[in-house]
Each structure stands twice: as C-alpha cells, then as structure tokens.
C-alpha cells in the first residue's frame, strides 16, 4: 500500500542537527509506525523532517495537499484529514477529543466531512472520547515501544534509583514534595533522576533538591535513558487524564522497570497493582511504595519480572501488522 502520515499541526519530526533526542512521544509513534509499516513491504510517506536513518520518506508539508494514494493516517489533528486523494483516512488519537475542543480546534468540521476511520491507542482512549464525534469507525491498536528498552540487559545490579521522564505539570511539584519530606529521610541512599524538567518547573530549590537526592538531567534521547534503566529501581509516571497510551510507562516496562503511578487516566490500564507496578492513592503513599521498593529487594524482583511481560506485547512490528489489517480492509 501507499500510505502517507501527517503529525499533528505541522510540527518537525527533528532538531536542526537530525537527531531523535528531541522528539516527543507522538512524533516518535509517527516514525516508528512509519518504518514498522515499511518493513512489512508498504511505501511511507511522512509530513515533516525526520533523521535520514529512518526507512519512511519524508514529505513536505506543502505538497500533502498533491499526495495521494490507499490511505492518510492524520495524527491527532483532524485538520489534515481533507488534504490529498486517498482511497481511506483515519483519524490517530492521541490525547482526548472533546467536542467542545474539536470545534474551537477546527477539527469538528473535517471530522464531520470526511467521516474518518478513528484509531485509539488504549480502550481507556476509546471511552473518553465523545459519541458525537462522526467517525466511521472506532479501534483499538496499541502503540510500540522502541525496540532497544526489550533490548536492556535486566541482570544488572539494581541502585536506589527512580526515574521522572513526564512533563512537569504531570505531578513532579507533588513528587518532589513527598521525596523531600518521606522518601529522602527513610531512605538516604535513594536517588529521583528527573529528566527533561528543572527545579523550577518542579518549585525546589537546587541546594533542596542536592540535599534530599533529586538530581535534575536535560532531555535525553531513548539510548541514553534506556542506558539508565539497565541499573534503576522503577519509574515515577503519575498520569494524567489526556494520557491515553503512555509510551514512557510501557518502554520503562519493556526495560523491566516496574512503575509507580497513581492510575491517572491511560496508567490505570498499563500498571496492574502487584504485578508490573504499584498504584497508589496518593502522592504519599506513592512516597510509601518508592521506600518500599528501596528496601525490599525481593518485591523489587517480583515487579520486575511482572514488567517484562510487556516485552513483545508492546512491539511495533506488532502494531504495524494490526495498522496493516486495518488499512487493507479499509483501502
């Protein structure tokens, strides 16, 4: 097939330098659909600039409106949908679309005009989103993870250290209050990596953060975070209710990181209590739980095992053979 996928509002696959560090989660899940799609034998297009390693062709985004083909995966931005001459168009949610939102975006009008196929990354995504929105047709494909977090040596050993990669308003203020006042005094050893985030955003002051272990890291691109997991203890993803896959809880599962949530949105569906993870109720029993994990090991271990169960079942070549079943019936 020939497929074209257009990223939401018109944003750079890319820095100026071509490199994948800067990228944020829907960007990446563009990239890596497009070369899983690829892999299988399709010939993809992508909207944007992207690094020249990657398999899909990158397209100008002035020249969507000539494109045509079997289908156009328009990503969180329904905008595109009427660019172009395909035979199928499909709608990737990534955050929730109220109508509301979808009218004061402009996107309630193409959605309306060119009735859309809908892909959503989770069944918490298909619930939240509003009836009314006239989409053909609604699936469930979850997203992948990049193939390097199932590629971490797991038989390291483990240090007292946790790792933050959300967007700061996603609860790292609360965080790094509860690691201040419960974690860092019951546990001195314990280290909150933050990255991405300065202790601004998280309202700390750096000689507080040096005191109670937070140590605070520019973005970093998935080598060197997946470099990370090999020795950390577990990842800190509070959630949040426009969450609705959750790409760095399941590649720090991949990696065999169990993760530490208060179940916000997408996170009560990725993180099984027990099992992959711990859920907790609150910013300080999620200080209790991060204590607990620094000194029980065999709890650690049992988490751990639990979390690379989600090797395999998170892999792009996964996700791609269900876009390919989709856009094959559709086309």
């Known amino acids: 097939m020939k497929i074209t996928i257009a990223p939401p509002s018109r944003s750079a696959l890319s820095d100026d330098e071509g490199s994948d560090g800067a990228l944020g989660g829907i960007e990446t899940a563009c990239l890596e659909l497009g070369d899983a799609l690829v892999e299988r034998g399709h010939e993809v297009t992508i909207a944007g600039r992207f690094p ?53 975006k402009g996107q309630f009008g193409p959605i309306w005009r060119t009735r859309p196929n809908a892909v959503f990354g989770s069944q918490d995504a298909l619930a939240a989103i509003s009836a009314l929105l006239r989409f053909r047709d609604r699936t469930v494909i979850p997203l992948g993870v990049t193939a390097l ?50 202790p601004a955003q998280a309202r700390i002051t750096p000689q507080a953060a040096q005191e109670a272990g937070v140590l605070f890291h520019p973005r970093v691109g998935k080598q060197e975070l997946a470099r990370f997991y090999e020795t950390a203890t577990a990842l800190i993803c509070i959630g949040a209710a426009d969450e609705t896959f959750c790409l760095a809880a399941a590649e720090a599962q991949c990696a ?50 639990g979390a690379l169960r989600a090797r395999g079942q998170f892999s792009w070549a996964r996700s791609a053979k269900l876009w390919e079943e989709l856009l094959l019936r559709l086309a």
């Open 52 to 104: 020249a390693h990657r398999k899909a062709r990158p397209l100008a985004w002035d020249r969507l409106g000539e494109s045509q083909g079997d289908a156009l995966i328009s990503c969180n931005d329904a905008r595109a949908l009427q660019a172009g001459r395909f035979k199928a168009r499909v709608f990737w949610s990534h955050n929730p679309l109220a109508v509301e939102k979808a009218i004061r």
């Open 149 to 198: 977090f199932e590629a971490v040596p797991t038989d390291l050993p483990r240090q007292p250290h946790f790792a933050f990669v959300s967007q700061a308003q996603r609860g790292l203020p609360d965080t790094c209050r509860v690691w201040r006042a419960m974690v860092s005094p019951a546990a001195p050893g314990a280290r909150l990596h933050v990255f991405g985030s300065t």
């Open 256 to 305: 065999g990181l169990p993760v530490l949530t208060l179940g916000i949105g997408a996170l009560a569906e990725r993180v099984s209590h027990g099992v992959n993870g711990l859920r907790a109720a609150s910013f300080e029993a999620l200080a209790v739980d991060a204590i607990r994990l620094c000194r029980d090991r065999e709890l650690g271990l049992f988490l751990r095992e």
